[in-house]
């Protein structure tokens, strides 16, 4: 196989992560810097392109590929909207800043549909044609691929599963609305269904509680992150529940959090899901955990840009 090589992006509101890989997903090199601040439109395609100027001696780059947090029109390369994690960021038109800069094909997606990317190039989801894939971490993200595409709908907004209303009128959102999943099954919410419950049975809170420590106390036996952990089981479990009377997809690949901890995680999660899914409906559905961890971004981001280069 001729070797090729992407330069490929996974733009966060802390870090810009970077890496060489080439077209059959293996990384060459990879660091990271700082996210650059305001304004995010300018900033960013500035730090993209000196990155290129400091690598492009030392490998044949073909393409760039993006993953990046934000709403992001894929055919045209373009950040729709952004959150203030990224101060100025929506407008970013990244076809104009590096692709004509450097003259190199760029394509640019969503962090978790490059992920999703990535799981299914070489992760997780490799040969897998169908899946759903679900991040919980801060928030929650999903992706949906249908005959190894992603499914990306009317407004390249689809498996945005963060927002759907798992509890009508419940806890206000980040959005704006109440009631959303990742309100309930994101690490924050746990960490958020913990300090209250604290309050009510009367107890000290502080601010520095994390996923991983509310875990540990629950598998001390502890009762108060017992009754919490379990409802936080339960809401993910639901959610992904209906998502699969929706989708049917076959194979749920979980990452992002509470999910590293691994086989304990996924025992608990096997066995709600089970509970709550009409089986009939959707047999042998296979929950698995993503495989790629924090290089699922930039080894899907090269994927995408092989792919639409027509390179692989
Ligand atoms: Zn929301």
Redesign the pocket.
Do not use: L
């Given at each position: 196989m001729d070797l090729k090589f992407c330069l490929a992006f996974d733009v966060g509101g802390t870090f810009i992560k970077y890496a060489i890989v080439d077209n059959s997903g293996k990384i060459h090199l990879k660091d990271k810097v700082e996210t650059p601040g305001f304004p995010a439109k300018e900033t960013i395609p500035r730090t993209m392109g000196n990155i290129f100027d400091n690598l492009r001696n030392k490998f044949d780059i073909s393409c760039f590929g993006i993953s990046t947090a934000g709403q992001i029109n894929v055919d045209k390369g373009f950040v729709e909207y952004a959150t203030d994690n990224l101060p100025g960021y929506s407008g970013t038109d990244f076809v104009e800043t590096i692709g004509k800069k450097f003259n190199l094909p760029v394509f640019v997606d969503n962090d978790v549909n490059s992920a999703a990317a990535g799981e299914m190039w070489v992760g997780s989801a490799k040969e897998t044609k169908n899946f759903l894939c679900v991040t919980l971490g801060t928030g929650v993200g999903g992706a949906i691929v249908i005959n190894g595409e992603i499914h990306r709908g009317a407004n390249f907004s689809a498996g945005e599963i963060?927002?759907f209303i798992i509890v009508p009128e419940g806890d206000k959102?980040?959005?704006g609305?109440y009631g959303?999943y990742?309100r309930y099954a994101s690490t924050s919410a746990l960490i958020r269904m913990y300090k209250e419950e604290l309050i009510n049975s009367g107890l000290q809170v502080n601010d520095n509680y994390t996923g991983e420590y509310i875990v540990d106390l629950y598998y001390k036996g502890d009762k108060i992150s017992k009754k919490v952990y379990e409802k936080f089981l339960d809401y993910i479990s639901y959610g992904i529940a209906n998502l699969t009377h929706i989708l049917d997809p076959g194979t749920i690949i979980i990452g992002g959090g509470i999910s590293a901890q691994g086989k304990p995680f996924f025992d608990e999660i096997n066995s709600r899901f089970k509970k709550y899914v009409n089986e009939t409906y959707c047999k042998n559905t296979v929950i698995k955990q993503a495989s790629l961890l924090n290089d699922a971004g930039v080894i899907g981001a090269a994927f995408n840009a092989f792919s639409s280069a027509k390179i692989i």
């Open positions: 963060g927002h959102c980040t959005c609305k959303c990742e």
